[in-house]
């Protein structure tokens, strides 16, 4: 079994695209975010299978009005709701969060937001997110499903299709190999 065989157990209709570029970065997000079980691992899929609409989307379907103005996401400036609304595997959203991208990675994510949307950057700013702004290993490890999905979304939204998504990331990662 493969990372594109674990992704595509989790959400069979996602996109090839985004199943193909998520499993070539797993073994660095991985790393990134410190998820050294099955159980983080699985966790982890599962949020970003709900979030990215079970691999299908790389940007918050929204138009980001609602954020504008939102002075707690950094969009002070006009038109900051649409230009920094949700992007990548767990929408990174408002212009202080792709500010924090940018300095972790490199890239200037401010000036090119469109940027979040590619691979392998949707997948280590997912990477970014849980572990660097959130820290939910902690919940993940204790299986906690509802404390990392507010962890992730700041409610429970969505919580039924997370803990199908996390079932069967459970069951198709205890038939993973490296």
């Known amino acids: 079994?493969?990372?594109?065989?674990?992704?595509?157990a989790?959400?069979?209709h996602g996109k090839p695209t985004i199943i193909a570029g998520l499993a070539a970065a797993m073994p660095a997000v991985i790393k990134r975010?410190?998820?050294?079980?099955?159980?983080?691992?699985?966790?982890?899929l599962a949020q970003?299978?709900?979030?990215?609409?079970?691999f299908n989307a790389l940007k918050e379907y929204a138009s980001g009005r609602e954020y504008e103005g939102r002075h707690d996401l950094g969009?002070?400036?006009?038109?900051?709701?649409e230009r920094y609304k949700g992007r990548g595997l767990i929408e990174i959203t408002g212009r202080f969060n792709y500010g924090a991208c940018s300095?972790?990675?490199?890239?200037?994510f401010v000036s090119h937001p469109e940027l979040l949307e590619t691979f392998p950057y949707a997948a280590y700013a997912a990477a970014f997110y849980w572990s660097g702004l959130r820290k939910l290993n902690a919940p993940a490890s204790r299986d906690d499903l509802r404390a990392v999905t507010r962890g992730v979304n700041g409610g429970l939204n969505g919580l039924a299709d997370r803990a199908l998504y996390l079932s069967r990331a459970k069951h198709a990662l205890a038939k993973f190999t490296v």
């Open 1 to 8: 079994m493969t990372w594109i065989d674990v992704i595509k």
């Open 10 to 12: 989790i959400a069979p």
């Open 33 to 44: 975010a410190g998820l050294t079980t099955p159980l983080l691992q699985a966790h982890f």
């Open 48 to 54: 970003v299978a709900e979030e990215s609409a079970g």
């Open 75 to 81: 969009n002070t400036l006009r038109g900051d709701g």
């Open 103 to 108: 300095k972790v990675f490199g890239v200037d």
